[in-house]
C-alpha cells in the first residue's frame, strides 16, 4: 500500500486538485499534498496561506495530509516515505511538460515512479491562473473553487 506524493503551486487550490486529491485516495493508502515554495513563480498567496486553503478543503477527509517543501519533489518524496508522485492531465499541453518532469524525475530517483489521473470533464478546463484572472477582472469564481477559497480570493485582491 503506498503513499502518493501530490506536488503543485496550488494558487489557490481548485475543484480540480480536489478531484486528483478523490482520485488519489481511492488508489493509494495515503496522499500527501505538497504545497511548493517556489521562489521563481510569482504566487498570489504565500505558501502559509496555500497550505491553510488546501487543508480547510480537505476538512474531515482521512488519508490525506497538506505540507509545505522546499526543493526537489524527489526529495521530499523520500522524506515522506512515498513512492509514487501523483499528478492530474488535462489537456495535450499538460502532457508534454508533465512528461519531461515525469523523466527528470525519474532520472533523480529512480524507485519513484509518476502517475497521472485524469479529472471529470467538468473540472477538465479549470486552472488556477485562469480563476485568477477571471477573479481580478471581477468575475464570479465560485463554480470553480471551494466558497472558503473565492472568500479569500475576492479577499486579496481587494488589496
Ligand atoms: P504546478 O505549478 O506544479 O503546475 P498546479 O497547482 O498548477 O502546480 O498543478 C498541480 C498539479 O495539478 C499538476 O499536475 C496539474 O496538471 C494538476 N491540475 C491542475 N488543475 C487541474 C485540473 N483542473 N484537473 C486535473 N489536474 C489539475
Known amino acids: 500500500m503506498a503513499t ?6 496550488f494558487d489557490p487550490v481548485t475543484y ?8 488519489g485516495v481511492a488508489l493509494f493508502e495515503r496522499v500527501v499534498v505538497a504545497v511548493g515554495q517556489r521562489h521563481e513563480k510569482q504566487t498570489i498567496f504565500d505558501v502559509d496561506e496555500r497550505v491553510r486553503l488546501f487543508r480547510e478543503a480537505m476538512a474531515g477527509m482521512e488519508r490525506v495530509e497538506v505540507e509545505s517543501f522546499e526543493g526537489l519533489v524527489v526529495d521530499f518524496a523520500r522524506k515522506t516515505g512515498a513512492s ?3 499528478r492530474g492531465l488535462r489537456t495535450m499541453s499538460d502532457f508534454e511538460y508533465e512528461f519531461q518532469m ?9 524507485e519513484i515512479d509518476s502517475v497521472f489521473v485524469t479529472p471529470s470533464p467538468q473540472h477538465s478546463f479549470l486552472s ?5 484572472e477571471v477573479a481580478q477582472a ?13 472568500a479569500a480570493l ?6
Open 84 to 86: 509514487v508522485l501523483l
Open 102 to 110: 515525469a523523466q527528470t524525475n525519474r532520472h533523480l530517483a529512480p
Open 4 to 9: 502518493a506524493l501530490y506536488p503543485g503551486s
Open 128 to 132: 488556477s491562473s485562469l480563476i485568477k
Open 154 to 159: 475576492r479577499e486579496k485582491l481587494a488589496g
Open 16 to 23: 480540480g486538485h480536489l478531484d486528483v486529491v478523490r482520485r
Open 138 to 150: 471581477g468575475g464570479a469564481v465560485e463554480e470553480f473553487v471551494p466558497p472558503h477559497v473565492a
